[in-house]
């Protein structure tokens, strides 16, 4: 049985919701360095940018094993292996295309829009 999580900081002694039975969670729960993420995370944009900056990374990386692994089965194994491999290469090709395009597509709209959307 787990008895705590290491990366979960304990949550104040202020926090307690007494009464009212609400908490202001962004001042309730501290990052490492004992600062509240209300403070580092003043809107919800913030930390949505960076979740889709991360799954970004994280869907070229799969993307690229992807590849990689049509490529092992095209090589690898016979004429079964080559049509496997050939769907498998044409989605990892549509992936990278979609990847691609959504990544230019934020670009475009921060340059004519002047907004950053932290990509």
């Known amino acids: 049985m787990i008895s705590s999580f290491s990366l979960i900081k ?12 609400s908490i202001d969670l962004g001042e309730c729960l501290t990052l490492s360095n004992n600062t509240t993420i209300k403070s580092v995370y003043s809107e919800p ?3 949505v ?20 692994y049509a490529g092992f089965l095209f090589v690898s194994q016979g004429k079964k292996g ?3 491999a050939q769907k498998m290469a044409t989605t990892a090709v549509i992936g990278f295309v979609l ?3 959504a990544y ?4 475009i709209v ?6 950053n959307m932290g990509l």
């Not at 949550?11 to 009464?19: L, S, T």
């Not at 979740?51 to 990374?57: D, G, H, S, T």
């Open 10 to 21: 304990q949550v104040r002694a202020a926090c307690d919701a007494g009464e009212e039975a």
């Open 45 to 47: 944009a913030f930390l």
């Open 82 to 84: 080559m049509e496997q």
């Open 110 to 115: 921060q340059l004519l829009t002047g907004v």
């Open 99 to 101: 990847l691609f395009s």
């Open 49 to 68: 940018n960076l979740i889709v900056r991360n799954l970004f990374v994280l869907a070229g990386v799969l993307l690229f094993l992807y590849a990689f």
């Open 104 to 107: 230019w597509i934020v670009q």
